[in-house]
């Protein structure tokens, strides 16, 4: 099939989700077929220019996508439901996510978004759930920053990205400032449990995410809800899982694969 694109973005963002998934097909260590296939190509390509281009017909012309919201919504559904690829078609779908919100919504550039976006690529195919519901879904996440200010939002962001670098104790100063200054939050709370997790204050972390899964009630969507109790769990259950389990739930939570 010829590669006819809308314009150069779409034509990019092609070219950067294959990148992606070959990249994790060549990825040694990841559980993959190892196998790089575009099996779906049409629906790849039908994907990139929809997010670009019009509707036709209307008039005036009506983009497909009216604003970011819609724009990852459709390539959430689109990407993880069409298997455009012989594998890692979540996987993909996930880190083409992640890249295009880093710059447009920075403070859903961290641990706690992404593993929601992962549990809900599961769901979505488990549960068959349609456009509509990706939409909701999606626009329900990015409406939960305005639960706080943008200068709480801006120092969560900031604690995670001290964490991510192994600078805890400027992080803990970072959260209590934060504290006394805005009130608790559901959001602050998550941060710095995943703060405590690395600095290996495991009690802590546990202590921070059950007072963030009380305060979440009634203003958390499921998949939020079970993303806490998911990391409560695996700190809970730290002395009767495996090592190598365990270890590899701390490199993703530091966000460092390698240590």
Same mark, same amino acid.
């Given at each position: 099939?010829?590669?006819?694109?809308?314009?150069e973005?779409?034509?990019?963002?092609?070219?950067?989700i294959?990148?992606?998934?070959?990249?994790? !097909?060549?990825?040694?260590s990841?559980?993959s077929?190892?196998? *790089? +296939?575009?099996l $779906?190509?049409? %629906?790849? @390509?039908?994907l990139?220019?929809?997010v670009?281009?019009?509707?036709?017909?209307?008039?005036?012309?009506k983009?497909?996508?009216?604003?970011?919201?819609?724009?990852?919504? !459709?390539?959430?559904?689109?990407?993880?439901?069409?298997?455009? *690829? +012989?594998?890692? $078609?979540k996987? %993909?779908? @996930?880190?083409?996510i992640?890249?295009?919100?880093?710059?447009?919504?920075?403070?859903?550039y961290?641990?706690?978004?992404?593993?929601?976006?992962?549990?809900?690529?599961?769901d979505?195919?488990k549960?068959?759930?349609?456009?509509?519901?990706?939409?909701?879904?999606?626009?329900?996440?990015?409406?939960?920053?305005?639960?706080i200010?943008?200068?709480?939002?801006q120092?969560?962001?900031?604690?995670m990205q001290?964490k991510?670098?192994?600078?805890?104790?400027?992080?803990?100063?970072?959260?209590?400032?934060?504290?006394?200054?805005?009130?608790?939050?559901?959001?602050?709370?998550?941060s710095?449990?995943?703060?405590?997790?690395?600095?290996g204050?495991?009690?802590?972390?546990?202590?921070?995410?059950?007072?963030?899964?009380?305060g979440?009630?009634?203003?958390?969507?499921?998949?939020?809800?079970?993303n806490l109790?998911?990391?409560?769990?695996?700190?809970?259950?730290?002395?009767?899982?495996?090592?190598?389990?365990f270890?590899?739930?701390?490199?993703?939570?530091s966000?460092?694969?390698?240590?």
């Amino acid at each position: 099939m010829e590669e006819i694109f809308f314009n150069e973005d779409a034509e990019l963002l092609y070219k950067r989700i294959v990148e992606i998934n070959k990249e994790l !097909m060549n990825d040694s260590s990841s559980k993959s077929l190892k196998k *790089f +296939a575009i099996l $779906n190509k049409g %629906t790849l @390509l039908d994907l990139c220019n929809c997010v670009y281009s019009t509707i036709p017909f209307s008039n005036p012309p009506k983009p497909y996508c009216s604003d970011f919201a819609e724009m990852t919504a !459709m390539i959430i559904y689109k990407l993880n439901k069409g298997h455009c *690829f +012989a594998d890692g $078609n979540k996987r %993909t779908t @996930l880190l083409i996510i992640m890249e295009l919100i880093k710059d447009a919504y920075p403070v859903f550039y961290n641990d706690f978004f992404k593993g929601g976006l992962s549990i809900f690529l599961k769901d979505m195919i488990k549960r068959n759930l349609n456009e509509d519901d990706v939409i909701n879904w999606v626009r329900y996440q990015y409406d939960l920053k305005y639960e706080i200010s943008d200068v709480e939002a801006q120092i969560i962001y900031l604690i995670m990205q001290y964490k991510r670098h192994g600078f805890y104790d400027l992080a803990e100063e970072r959260y209590k400032e934060c504290l006394a200054v805005y009130g608790p939050s559901v959001a602050l709370y998550k941060s710095m449990a995943k703060v405590y997790t690395c600095k290996g204050e495991y009690d802590k972390a546990i202590n921070l995410y059950e007072q963030a899964i009380e305060g979440s009630k009634g203003k958390i969507d499921e998949f939020e809800l079970l993303n806490l109790k998911f990391h409560r769990k695996k700190l809970l259950s730290r002395n009767t899982i495996s090592k190598e389990e365990f270890s590899l739930y701390l490199k993703s939570v530091s966000g460092n694969r390698n240590g």
